[in-house]
């Protein structure tokens, strides 16, 4: 259900349950070796609500001295636009912040290959339906660095391949997405260390909309487009 807030106190009411709200339902990813069990959890807000949260200048300087896609990606750091020039323009943000348990691949003997398994299944749901419902609806923030062109057009000295369909990350615009989830879904993220399996792993992306949709909406979608 698409809500219009121009019109009578019934949107109003809905607008005041949706904004600012957290919502979560669970999901099933099918392998060959069995069914895996995730949530998706949804939190919608103004598009304003994280400006806070941003840090362009820390999160820059992290990239430079962690990440290998620094100055090698288009859509990465030192490259990619601050949130707030990116998210201009539009009105609301839905963080889709996805979780799923670690215990459930014991068919899987390496704990590192659990992660990489967990985090792939986790990747390309989201990225199919984050995808398709900015087609939809608005504008996408993808779950890390813009796959569409391998390997990406910056590494070999020439411009971006596809400027209008390039996606960026939380933190490539300078979110802290650690707090972003804190904050949002009183939760945080975990990460995997030489010996230490996780309780669970996570993603998270978003879509830009000047349209309000409501929870059954997009859970509806969900299913639908999954």
């Known amino acids: 259900m698409k809500i219009n807030q121009k019109h009578g106190k019934a949107e109003l009411l809905l607008f005041r349950l949706y904004v600012d709200m957290a919502y979560s339902f669970m999901a099933k990813a099918s392998t060959p070796r069995t069914d895996l069990i995730y949530s998706v959890n949804i939190y919608i807000s103004n598009t304003e609500s994280i400006y806070i949260m941003t840090d ?18 288009w859509s990465c750091p030192p490259f990619a636009p601050v949130y707030h020039h990116f998210a201009f323009g539009w009105k609301y943000l ?73 996606a960026y ?26 010996g230490q399996l996780p309780e669970y792993t996570s993603i998270v992306c978003g879509l830009l909309s000047n349209d309000l949709y409501s929870f059954e909406t997009l859970h509806d979608e969900y299913m639908e487009l999954i």
């Open 169 to 194: 990350s939380y933190e490539a615009m300078g979110i802290d997405v650690g707090a972003l989830v804190e904050v949002y879904f009183k939760s945080k993220l975990l990460w995997y260390k030489r």
């Open 56 to 73: 362009k200048t820390k999160f820059d300087a992290m990239c430079f001295s962690g990440c290998p896609n620094y100055k090698k990606k």
């Open 94 to 166: 839905y963080v889709f912040y996805m979780q799923i348990k670690m215990n459930q691949f014991i068919y899987i003997k390496n704990d590192y290959l659990k992660i990489k398994a967990a985090n792939n299944i986790l990747k390309s749901k989201a990225d199919k339906y984050i995808r398709k419902m900015a087609l939809r609806y608005g504008k996408y923030i993808s779950t890390g660095s813009c796959r569409l062109c391998k390997p990406c057009k910056c590494k070999i000295g020439q411009p971006c391949a596809n400027p209008e369909e390039k």
